[in-house]
């Protein structure tokens, strides 16, 4: 039997996309608020003895959680066989570590949220910097799809003579990965942060590179504090008109307004943002295809 697929407050375009990917049937889901906020859900389909699969993108993770966990309780209690969910950027994996006494590490609760509620989970580069693996905190079977092919497919396609570059050490995974896909060369930059704004990235050595187009590539672009310094020295060094790439581009503040005064910025379609240039609804279908169709057996 075919799979549902629930859309809960995401992006309807990738949502019919993805469904339309894995073969599936749209789940029917009835959801409002209550006069004093709290909120109403009703799933319309049957779901008994199906695998039913809820696309909801995290990314303000904050407005849809309750939700969420509503909704894959219900789907349980209805008698979902399994519950997957596709979320394209998975959020709460910066705080892997207690940096302050009394901080919470809270990709570690969250991370026991959802594996309680969800039996498979798919997502794009989610931040791995001291996790190795989702699995050191994940409980559920999970597929992470990498986005780097689809990123260097992009560059070969749109930029004549790229030099990749990536703002501090944390990225290198990604620039270097996405370099050798797509046959360019790259740097690696360092970066040394004096708050959530000051950003102090070292200068790049460009003397090869002058008439190379600058692609900065990182997995989660937020304020743009570090490619905004970044992009200074690469004006000032007189090269020509940069492209920024994310992976997730969460565009706090004005950091759209001002990355895309002085270079082109594009950006994969994790978060929904109007940079999105990059899909990802074959390889999100194919991931969670490939979970549905293991051994449903934990």
């Known amino acids: 039997m075919t799979p549902l697929v629930f859309n809960l407050d995401s992006d309807p375009d990738l949502g019919s996309r993805l469904c339309r990917a894995l073969g599936a049937e749209a789940g029917e889901l009835e959801q409002r608020h209550f006069p004093d906020g709290e909120s109403y859900l009703r799933v319309h389909s049957t779901v008994h003895n199906r695998d039913c699969v809820i696309f909801c993108n995290l990314f303000q993770p ?19 066989t399994r519950i997957g969910l596709i979320t394209p950027y998975l959020p709460y994996m910066r705080q892997d570590k207690r940096f302050h006494a009394g901080e919470c590490v809270s990709s570690r609760p969250f991370a026991r949220l959802l594996s309680n509620a969800f039996d498979l989970l798919v997502t794009v580069d989610p931040h791995l910097h001291r996790y190795h693996s989702l699995d050191e905190i994940y409980s559920l079977k999970s597929q992470v799809v990498p986005a780097a092919p689809m990123i260097a497919r992009w560059i070969s396609e749109h930029i004549e003579r790229p030099l990749l570059i990536g703002p501090d050490s944390e990225s290198e995974q990604w620039v270097s990965q996405v370099a050798k896909l797509a046959n360019a060369p790259w740097q690696i ?18 003397e090869r590179w002058q008439q190379h187009t600058p692609v900065l590539v990182d997995d989660i672009i937020s304020s743009g504090r570090t490619m905004l310094e970044t992009l200074d020295h690469l004006q ?6 940069a492209c920024v790439i994310a992976v997730h581009g ?45 051994d449903p057996s934990p």
């Open 62 to 80: 904050d407005r849809r959680i309750l939700r969420l966990l509503f909704l894959a309780d219900t789907l349980r209690e209805l008698g979902a």
């Open 189 to 206: 930059l360092s970066k040394q942060r004096h708050g959530d704004y000051q950003v102090e990235v070292s200068l790049p050595r460009l």
């Open 236 to 241: 000032s060094a007189g090269l020509p008109r």
């Open 250 to 294: 969460l565009f706090a503040g004005d950091a759209w307004q001002r990355l895309s005064a002085i270079a082109d910025v594009i950006s994969c379609e994790s978060v929904p943002h109007p940079s999105n240039r990059i899909s990802l609804s074959a390889p999100l279908a194919a991931a969670m295809g490939a979970l549905l169709a293991a």
